[in-house]
């Protein structure tokens, strides 16, 4: 049975781009989504016409999913779990003077409550695998982004977690995190967004889906020693804030 992974929020943009590389590279993909069935049920088929049997589709609200069942349901797959990757998340603008109890609550289920109870539910079998985890921050977890502090909290969080989990988790299983600048630009961005922000780049460019998924590449191949590590994928943007 090959190694499997789990991506959440895995159908399109980041994650899609994760789950066909990690396929290629000859891992079985559970594919998590929530909203994207069109989206997802196309990734499978072009990933299951290549590799027949070697993807499983995970529909899921994550801020309403029992964790258990969901494991539960990833293992009814290949009976194993070697990768979870944490890539699921929500982004939108909180300024202090319109924060509600809605989008806290939302923000921190989604994007802080839900990686942390996949690894807790997943851990015994990632364990089994001596497997690893990846969480998908932020840049933004370390430079305070204007009007995003519930988002940027969230991922500070999830970085703080990364260090938390690889401690708790060891030795089995390894957990580490990558930590993206502008790789897709957001789908709804004021004008002037693209130009401010590249102005901000060392390397004059924003990066491609593709310098995630090798980094997530990497960092279950190429890694063995590597735990509590956040590796950050933006062109040098921190370098220039
Ligand atoms: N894009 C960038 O340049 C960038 C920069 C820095 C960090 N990041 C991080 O990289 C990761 C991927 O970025 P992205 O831009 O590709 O992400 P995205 O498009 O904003 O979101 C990824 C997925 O999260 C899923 N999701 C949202 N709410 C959910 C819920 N309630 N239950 C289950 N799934 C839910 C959605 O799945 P459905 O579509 O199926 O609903 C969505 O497709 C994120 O963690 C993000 O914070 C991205």
Redesign the pocket.
């Known amino acids: 049975m090959n190694k499997t992974a789990i991506v959440?929020?895995?159908?399109?943009?980041?994650?899609?781009?994760i789950c066909r590389h990690l396929h290629a590279c000859g891992l079985d993909v559970i594919i998590?989504?929530?909203?994207?069935?069109a989206?997802?049920e196309a990734l499978a088929v072009e990933l299951e016409t290549q590799r027949p049997g070697s993807v499983r589709l995970l529909?899921?609200?994550?801020?309403?999913?029992v964790f258990e069942d969901l494991v539960r349901e990833a293992l009814t797959f290949n009976d194993r779990i070697d990768v979870l990757i944490?890539?699921?998340?929500?982004?939108y603008p909180t300024p202090l003077d319109d924060l509600s109890e809605d989008n806290w609550q939302?923000m921190l289920?989604?994007?802080l409550k839900?990686p942390l109870c996949l690894a807790r539910c997943a851990a015994d079998y990632l364990a089994r695998q001596s497997g690893c985890i990846i969480?998908?921050?932020?840049?933004?977890a370390e430079i305070p982004l204007a009007d995003y502090i519930i988002?940027s909290l969230t991922?500070s969080g999830?970085t703080r977690m990364t260090r938390q989990l690889a401690r708790d988790l060891a030795p089995g299983i390894r957990v580490n995190a990558?930590?993206?600048?502008?790789?897709?630009?957001?789908?709804h961005r004021p004008a002037g967004h693209e130009q401010a922000i590249l102005e901000r780049i060392p390397l004059q460019r924003?990066?491609d889906?593709m310098d995630?998924a090798r980094a997530a590449e990497f960092l279950i191949n190429d890694a063995g020693y590597l735990t509590g590590q956040v590796i950050t994928v933006?062109g040098g943007r921190r370098l220039n804030f």
């Open positions: 959440t929020g895995g159908a399109r943009r980041i994650g899609a781009a998590h989504y929530h909203t994207s069935d989206a997802a529909k899921a609200d994550l801020a309403e999913v944490n890539n699921a998340s929500l982004f939302e289920n989604i994007n839900a969480n998908i921050t932020d840049i933004y988002y991922q999830l990558i930590a993206p600048g502008a790789i897709l630009w957001p789908e924003i990066g889906v995630i933006d």
